[in-house]
Nanobody, 115 residues
Framework: QVHLVESGGGLVQPGGSLRLSCVASGSIFRLATMGWYRQAPGKQRELVSTITSRGTIDHADPVKGRFTISRDNARNTVYLQMNSLKPEDTAVYYC?????????WGQGTQVTVSS
């Protein structure tokens, strides 16, 4: 069983920054594609960023140039550095671990961008 625990969310003003962290239990982290998704009120969950086991990165268009995903396999941790935050980035952010076509999810962390 894989458990994912996110942290780092909070309230930030427009233009500010936050760094989200997600720690995974177990020994499969280094083999997995890790991702961050978000869900705003009344909207479907959407992909934000992914990073494969080999370090290939993809960011959704709305966050390109502002968000950066990274991973530390020694710490079983994936990060999402979010800069130049906008009110439309407000959402619950979820960590995802995908391996052998199985998905695992964290409980989510709230990010609110407001003045």
């Amino acid at each position: 069983q894989v458990h994912l625990v996110e942290s780092g969310g909070g309230l930030v003003q427009p233009g500010g920054s936050l760094r989200l962290s997600c720690v995974a239990s177990g020994s499969i982290f280094r083999l997995a594609t890790m991702g961050w998704y978000r869900q705003a009120p009344g909207k479907q969950r959407e992909l934000v960023s992914t990073i494969t086991s080999r370090g290939t990165i993809d960011h959704a268009d709305p966050v390109k140039g502002r968000f950066t995903i990274s991973r530390d396999n020694a710490r079983n941790t994936v990060y999402l550095q979010m800069n130049s935050l906008k009110p439309e980035d407000t959402a619950v952010y979820y960590c995802n671990l995908n391996v052998v076509r199985q998905d695992y999810w964290g409980q989510g962390t709230q990010v609110t961008v407001s003045s």
